[in-house]
């Protein structure tokens, strides 16, 4: 997480451009140029070491000739030298260092020795690196273009990150035709330091940034890119069109950085987990930072069309079919004020056909009714030629009446240079525009499907209070057993006895071999060299690999996800009874899946895990075959996941002074409900001391916030009694990390009926002892004066006071590196 220096590389005071020999000398004088006549305000200093007047200006002979703090180095120089300028530039104090310089890992072993050095040094002295092999950074609001990039990019709200600088290149230059801003321009080259996942932190919490966009051929440190993006990506949308989708492409990606790509499919459940909209093509990224730049996200999927044209508005309707969906339907209020609006023959239905003879105020009239009409979350404004009105007059009507609707609308103009003018109007004035009604369609219902994604990432699941009995020592001795002998493979007795244990049903006859089942499944996992383990499930049986009906899900998993991942398959319809065929108990299938997830989360030996087939009889599922292949693990459970599991060694039973004994455990996504309940026993009294407000209930997105956490990124526990399964919450304590990851922010909330019997005591201990664990240096939290009871219980705890009389705050710091556990 740190992203303390990369708000002041950012937003540099002052900035150093180091460049030597004949070439990095012009990219030097690229960058000073770009600095000065883009309006930099503050202090730029060239540095020559060679001293040879490259960039044709006075420049100091090193980074230690320059009077005063440096914030940010840009590096322009052989990358041998790079190591040696790092250390002097850090010596000025600087925050970090864009490392133009080319020659890295992506030519070869003495490339990749070099960036090592580059590491060392900036890992020593704490300076960041964006680079190697890049063409720099820009950020508009601050007239910061600090790049050799042709012009700098126009202001805007969309941040756009890109390994390619060619790409950038690319976008820039398309985006001052479509007259787009950017509020960060970033070309992180090589990712020797500063990646995806920084990048994504950082602008995360910039009020000046609305959504991001990002070219990527790799990615680096996964489960702190996963943990990023999920955290972002609910309040900013993140868009990412990642190459390598073919063999041939992932290699040609791996020579281009020097890493590897990755397998495509996970890339694609990775990004659908994390709330990441992945596009195709790079007509379909620019596109979306289009869209995202000037305009709403639509609620829902009903398109309503409204055209000149008949046959284009049956193209869009296809369009619209080949996605599954139809256009809205339209309601008899909304059919009979277009009939009076319109005083013409029209369609009267959705596409609203208003006929080549419609004039611009008719066709402004059928958009504003559709458009205000509650059963449409979008509109498609269709245009082809007509001799009776210019299209810039209509484009003008729509530029004046658009900003009132309520939804989203597009617009197609079907024809050549006759329609420019009419598409130039509306790209000044934030709308969309396409030269086909397809192209339109397809950004409208890729805009639907990432708001619906990231609405079921945010679905509340139901809760299920039921605890997974599983025989974790059976399955760890056999286990254990397999790799110390040599037997990776286990035989099919000891794989069956292993997912026994974890209660997943398989037989042990030679007869359930031989039975015609109504159907087959497959349930498995496989350990991907970047992501983990895997979880697959689809149509089992011998023509599995043929129709190839699998879906993919990264543990851990809970009942929302596991249901997501079944319902994927073409096989789903069949669970669900069909014919003769008995339906399946979903509960049961998602456990299987949630068993699955948990037995590769407890044992990372497990490199390969298949179930094939699973037999379904008459609404009841069992394992037919099945084997387990083991391998020494990446990493200890559970850090070989890229997604945080529940963190059960945080659960510790804690006895009352009144002898009631009550569970202090972390909090779950299903505790949504149970945390409502909660707060609303709470006296008004109580909820203004945590809240500073009298908050009078829990919306849904602070539910979300305070149940759906990242374990990475956030301790939070809660006390429930009684302490058996369903169990009332009556008790909450956090501490959120802070973005540098070294510090976090405390708090604490206990019902009135149970306060003063320790408990809350016992939840703050508990997460201050967890915080070292997690490597905390600092707890802070801010309490009102009047809270006498939780500065009490501060006082005993050893936090230092700060107050601030004029506010009536008082903030509460502790030394965790000090903290003696014992003493908790």
Not at 384 to 394: E, G, Q
Not at 514 to 535: N, R
Not at 605 to 625: D, F, S, Y
Not at 692 to 702: A, D, G, I
């Amino acid at each position: 997480m740190g992203t303390q220096n990369l708000s002041r590389m950012f937003n540099p005071g002052s900035i150093a451009v180091i460049a030597s020999c004949e070439k990095q000398g012009q990219v030097g004088h690229t960058l000073i140029r770009n600095l000065i006549e883009g309006g930099f305000k503050g202090a730029v200093y060239p540095v020559d070491p060679d001293h040879s007047k490259v960039m044709n200006l006075p420049a100091a002979k090193n980074v230690h000739d320059i009077q005063g703090i440096v914030d940010l180095a840009v590096v322009a120089a052989p990358i041998g030298e790079v190591p040696r300028i790092i250390g002097a530039c850090a010596d000025k104090g600087a925050a970090g260092a864009v490392v133009i310089s080319g020659g890295g890992r992506e030519t070869g072993d003495q490339g990749s020795r070099l960036e090592q050095e580059i590491k060392a040094v900036a890992e020593q002295s704490g300076i960041r690196i964006i680079g190697p092999n890049c063409i720099g950074i820009a950020h508009p609001a601050l007239n910061l273009n600090a790049s050799h990039m042709p012009g700098c990019p126009s202001r805007g709200r969309v941040a756009f990150l890109s390994q390619s600088g060619s790409v950038c290149a690319s976008v820039m230059d398309l985006a001052e035709k479509e007259n787009l801003g950017f509020s960060h321009f970033v070309s992180l080259g090589s990712m020797l330091d500063v990646d995806f996942a920084d990048m994504i932190d950082y602008l995360g919490e910039e009020r000046g940034v609305d959504s991001i966009i990002m070219y990527m051929e790799n990615m680096t440190r996964i489960r702190h890119f996963m943990s990023a993006a999920r955290a972002v990506s609910r309040i900013k949308p993140i868009i990412c069109l990642k190459s390598g989708r073919s063999a041939a492409g992932a290699r040609a990606a791996s020579f281009h950085t020097g890493a590897l790509a990755g397998e495509d499919a996970v890339y694609d459940m990775a990004f659908e987990r994390a709330g990441i909209m992945r596009v195709d093509t790079f007509e379909q990224l620019f596109d979306f930072t289009r869209i995202l730049a000037k305009q709403q996200r639509p609620t829902g999927r009903r398109l309503a069309i409204v055209t000149n044209a008949g046959g284009p508005g049956v193209m869009a309707v296809d369009a619209l079919s080949s996605f599954g969906i139809d256009p809205a339907v339209l309601s008899v209020q909304t059919i009979e004020a277009l009939e009076t609006a319109l005083e013409k023959p029209w369609s009267r239905t959705n596409p609203v056909d208003v006929l080549t003879d419609a004039s611009c105020a008719q066709i402004g009239r059928a958009v504003s009714i559709a458009g205000q009409a509650p059963e449409v979350d979008g509109i498609l404004m269709i245009h082809a030629p007509v001799d009776h009105f210019a299209p810039a007059d209509l484009a003008q009507d729509l530029a004046e009446l658009l900003p009132s609707l309520h939804c989203p609308v597009l617009t197609a103009w079907l024809g050549g240079s006759s329609m420019d003018k009419a598409r130039q109007i509306l790209n000044e004035k934030e709308v969309l525009t396409y030269d086909t009604p397809e192209k339109a369609v397809r950004a409208f219902v890729g805009l639907y499907r990432h708001s619906r994604n990231i609405d079921m990432l945010n679905e509340i699941p139901v809760r299920r209070d039921i605890k997974l009995k599983i025989n974790h020592d059976q399955a760890g001795s056999i286990i254990e057993s397999g790799l110390k002998s040599g037997q990776l493979l286990l035989s099919e007795t000891d794989s069956k006895t292993v997912l026994e244990a974890y209660g997943i049903p398989v037989s042990r006859t030679e007869s359930a071999r031989t039975a015609v089942p109504d159907y087959e499944l497959y349930l498995g996992a496989q350990l991907d060299a970047q992501f983990g383990p895997v979880i697959k499930f689809g149509m089992g049986g011998a023509m599995s690999d043929i129709i190839q009906d699998t879906a993919l899900a990264l543990p851990p998993l809970n009942s929302a996800l596991a249901a997501r991942a079944i319902s994927s398959t073409k096989i789903a319809k069949v669970l669900k009874g069909y014919g003769q065929i008995k339906a399946v108990d979903q509960d049961l299938l998602e456990t299987l899946l949630i068993r699955i997830s948990r037995l590769v989360t407890d044992f990372p030996q497990i490199c390969e895990l298949t179930i094939n087939p699973v037999a379904v009889t008459n609404g009841e599922v069992m394992g037919i075959n099945a084997g387990i292949c083991l391998a020494s693990p990446p990493a200890a459970a559970p850090d070989h996941l890229i997604i945080s599991p529940y963190p059960a060694w945080q659960e510790q039973l804690y006895t009352t002074q009144e002898s009631e004994q009550v569970l202090i455990r972390p909090i779950k996504p299903e505790d949504a409900v149970p945390m409502q309940d909660f707060f609303e026993s709470l006296s008004s009294q109580t909820v203004y001391l945590r809240f500073f407000t009298p908050l009078k209930q829990l919306s849904k997105r602070m539910l979300i916030q305070l149940t759906q956490i990242d374990y990475d990124r956030e301790i939070a526990l809660v006390a429930t009694f009684p302490p058996q399964s369903g169990g009332k919450i009556i008790g909450s304590a956090r501490i959120i990390f802070t973005a540098n990851g070294t510090e976090g922010e405390f708090a604490i909330m206990l019902a009135d009926s149970w306060q003063g019997k320790g408990i809350g005591a016992a939840l703050l201990k508990s997460c201050l002892a967890f915080s070292k664990r997690y490597g905390l240096k600092r707890v802070f939290g801010v309490v009102l004066r009047e809270n006498k009871q939780m500065l009490r219980l501060a006082d005993k705890l050893g936090f230092k006071k700060v107050s601030t009389p004029a506010s009536g705050e008082i903030e509460l710091i502790i030394d965790i590196e000090k903290l003696d556990l014992y003493m908790l």
